[in-house]
């Protein structure tokens, strides 16, 4: 699972969804991949406006990144930043969780990731 | 999940069991033959969970009708007769398998509060949808390969960089298909997630994740789009499907209230759902037909496959007839094919678009595409 989609992620459980608390989920004991992909400028470009910055940032320090700027860079930056934009290429889309857990920092559950698949069943007490 | 049911599958399956209701365990198997009788040509036989000399697909279908209709007492949105109506199919004849229950009309199953509670309506589907797809995932991955036109123009209308979810995503057919979004695919069966991971090849893995329609975990508008095709007919009550639709339109943009007119009208939410009215399929369903109904999913075995080749022609791979499968069902001979039923919900026209605006959805656009209905809609705000 892409670190992209991390930032489109939270707790599942019903009480969370409204609390500030529950996004983003907290990696634990995180193992990463990192793939070798191509980089796609225009689909990173359209992306950005629809990245949750704070959440990504946090994100990234959690996963042993370096800090990223507080804000984050507009779009004539990126296109005038070749490095910067392959930073968030390597980030966003070719840095993988595949194992490990996602914890919401409301509720505490913990969801697994297995082979780079988070499941986010419920127990019933949950739900 | 995906759409349903092409040739190879469902083919030969040759019962169609009204989802059973009522309130007690052997109650919801009451074996009446549907009022009438079946309609299909070759008789129904009046079934019995216990009973004998019943072709084989149908013996695992009322195996699993028993069995279901013991953990689960109070079925779906409710009808009050319990009945189980087999019909034959022979395949010969794209009307030939028919649903003849003595169903109510359907403006009244619809109309009916559910009647079993969430936690039942929801161990029912672990039954009779979740454990079903564990079990067939491979067989039904195989079977789904070609994404839908009108699911593959929508996918590939987005603007580049959109951001959305397949909720349901089966094997995952849809998520590669505009390699300029990013797509998010989830689903119920953790084996059709794992297939849906691979799906464009190792290489490019998919991003996946399994989770439940009623519980995902995505964050309240922030998506361009959702997809959720072919899943949402097999929630079990009204109410719950309506929670499943609402679910979706969580998960889009809302629209921009500035009213200047050139506001955002916010994510789409694309949903295929079964139809009701699709007479001129195999399965013959049509307006009047049950809406909920249990489905058989037939797993051949490969013994009998290669068995069968030497006798093929007659039904291509549609598979055999029932009574042809029944002589090779003796005890001794090869493994039985096994069938598992699936729980559908059929929608008749225009019953998903109230759906939609029953939970705050605008409906976009809507439609009929072979046997299902779709609609392409967005928050009111």
Redesign the interface.
Known sequence: ??V??LN???????AC??TTGA?PLHPKDAELVEDDLEI?S?????????I?WPALSTTATELGFPSLPAQPPTKEELEADEKMLRDLHHLLMET?MMEGKLVCGNCGHE?AVR????????PAHL? | MQPTIPAAADADAAAVTAAASGTAAAGALNQQPSSGGSAASHAAAPNSASGNGMQPPITATAATAATAADVVPVPPAGQNDSTIAIATATSKGPSSLTANTAAAPPSTAASLAPSSSSAEA?SYEATHVHAVYESIAPHFSATRYKPWPVIADFLSSL?????G?DVGCGNGKYLGVN????M?G?D?S?SL??FA?DHGGVER?Q??????G???????G???FAICVAVIHHMSTRERRREAVRALLDCVRRPSADGSGNGDDGGKILVYVWALEQSNSRRGWDEGSEQDLLVPWVMKQKKEKKEKKKTKGKAADEGVEPAEAGAEDGSSGPPADTTYQRYYHLFRKGELEEDVEAVGGKVVRNGYDKDNWWVVASRCS
Not at chain 1, 8 to 14: G, I, N, P, W
Not at chain 2, 159 to 163: A, H, I, K, W
Not at chain 2, 207 to 212: L, M, N, S, T
Request: aromatic fraction near 8%; charged fraction near 20%; charge should be positive.
């Open positions: 699972m892409k992209l989609s489109f992620l939270t707790c599942a459980v019903k969804k409204s996004y796609n225009d689909l990173l470009l359209n992306i950005m406006p629809r949750d993988q969801y082979e780079g698949i988070a499941n986010f069943l419920l739900v | 929801a603007s580049p960089g959109s951001v979810f390699p300029g979004v990013h998010l989830s119920r953790a997630v794992r991971r893995s991003d996946v994740a399994v989770a439940d009623l519980s995902l975990p995505f964050p309240e922030r998506a361009d």
